[in-house]
């Protein structure tokens, strides 16, 4: 077993709590992987992304680090990551899809950033340098902390700017287009 995942090392009160912490996992996955589903749907449906690729590439590189470089011991906890990893992809592939023709849509947001042709052009290649200087980030920080810590403190990054991300994407926009209850 890899370094900072031996769970066989943790005291005798954590073992009898572990089955309901990895069932609140199990819990907390599926909603994760219904959200990814949902943010996938809605994006059809309004033609318009509803997640930051900022949030989508630090989400993904963490799924990479966490799925294949560190993945954890317990099963449920390997499965549910590695699902999340897989869905995700696709949540990044609408989220590009959409995110080409949302540029130059939105006179606010086009004329606040680089020229949406640049943005356009480079899109694929900037998703790319994203999940990779985000997993180089998260890969130091399980080297640093180890993989257990890093898992929380890493996953836990991602969440806040998921969630900063999606604010700033509503107050931008100034409609719920690209957003649902589902997703929050």
């Known amino acids: 077993m ?3 995942w031996d769970f066989d090392a943790a005291p005798a009160e954590f073992k009898q709590v572990q089955p309901i912490l990895l069932a609140l996992f199990a819990v907390s996955g599926t909603g994760w992987l ?12 309004d033609r ?5 690729l900022i949030a989508l590439t630090n989400n993904l590189a963490w799924e990479l680090v966490f799925a294949i470089l560190h993945p954890p011991p317990q099963p449920i906890a390997t ?15 609408t989220t590009v899809r ?18 949406p042709a640049l943005l356009d052009r480079y899109l694929p290649l900037s998703v790319i340098a994203g999940v990779l200087g985000f997993a180089s980030g998260h890969w130091a920080v399980s080297v640093q902390l180890g993989p257990l810590r890093a898992f929380y403190w ?4 991602c ?3 998921m969630s900063g991300t999606a604010l700033h994407l509503l107050a931008q926009r ?4 690209g957003a649902s209850y589902g997703m929050w």
Do not use: C, K
């Open 174 to 177: 100034g409609h719920t287009r």
């Open 159 to 161: 969440l806040v700017t």
């Open 34 to 45: 219904l959200n990814y589903i949902t943010t996938i749907r809605t994006a059809f449906r």
């Open 154 to 157: 890493s996953g836990m990054l």
């Open 79 to 93: 499965i549910i990551v590695r699902s999340w990893l897989l869905v995700d992809i696709f949540v990044i592939y």
């Open 48 to 52: 318009t992304p509803g997640v930051s």
């Open 98 to 115: 959409f995110a080409r023709g949302a540029l130059g849509s939105t006179g606010a947001a086009s004329t606040q950033h680089a020229s």
């Open 2 to 4: 890899e370094e900072g």
